[in-house]
Each structure stands twice: as C-alpha cells, then as structure tokens.
Nanobody
Framework: QVQLVESGGGLVQAGGSLRLSCAVS????????MGWFRQAPGKEREFVAG????????YYADSVKGRFTISRDNAKNTVYLQMNSLKPEDTAVYFC???????????????WGQGTQVTVSS
C-alpha cells in the first residue's frame, strides 16, 4: 500500500507561481510513475502531468504546457508540480497519483492522495 500526501496549495494572484509537493510512503518510490490531476468545481477530474519512474518521460495536458513542470526527487520520495503563469482557470483541487504499471502513460493511475486546493484570483 502506498500513501500520498499533497502540500503547497493556496491562494495566488493570476500570473503568480506555486509549487505543489507530494510525499510518498509505504512502498519503493522508484517503482511508481507519478502524476498530477485536478478537479474544478462542477467539472470532472482531468490529467495535468505525468512522469515516469526515472523522470525520463513526462507528459502534460495541452492547457498547462509551457507553464507547469513536473519533477521528482527519488531520494526524497517526493514529486513536484511547479506552476507558473497561473490563470484563474487553473483553480481546482490538485491530486497526486501513483501507478506501477504502464497504464500511467494513458492517464490511468491506481493510488491517489487527498488533494490540495489551488485558487487563482483575477
């Protein structure tokens, strides 16, 4: 069993930046590909970014390309989401996710954190 705990959310003005962190415990971190998803009020959860176990492959939603960067520190069992040039439409609860199989590349993750709120004011 793996546990995921997100942190770093908050309130920021449009154009600002935030860095989300997700601490992972319970199993070997290097076994997992990691991802970030988000869910805005009244909308379905959507994929934001994903990274392979080695960090060699990264995928992004078109809506965040060029603004968000996913990274991982396997020594710290932590995955990050650096969010720059934030927009009001980025407002959502952001979830960290983990997956050991290749399904991650299709956006299919099996383990989830509780989420952290990101609010971008205009």
């Amino acid at each position: 069993q793996v546990q995921l705990v997100e942190s770093g959310g908050g309130l920021v003005q449009a154009g600002g930046s935030l860095r989300l962190s997700c601490a992972v415990s319970g199993r070997t971190f290097r076994s997992y590909a990691m991802g970030w998803f988000r869910q805005a009020p009244g909308k379905e959860r959507e994929f934001v970014a994903g990274i392979s176990w080695s960090g060699g492959r990264r995928y992004y939603a078109d809506s965040v390309k060029g603004r968000f960067t996913i990274s991982r520190d396997n020594a710290k069992n932590t995955v990050y989401l650096q969010m720059n040039s934030l927009k009001p439409e980025d407002t959502a609860v952001y979830f960290c996710a983990a997956e050991t199989s290749d399904r991650w590349a299709l956006g299919d993750f099996g383990s989830w954190g509780q989420g952290t709120q990101v609010t971008v004011s205009s």
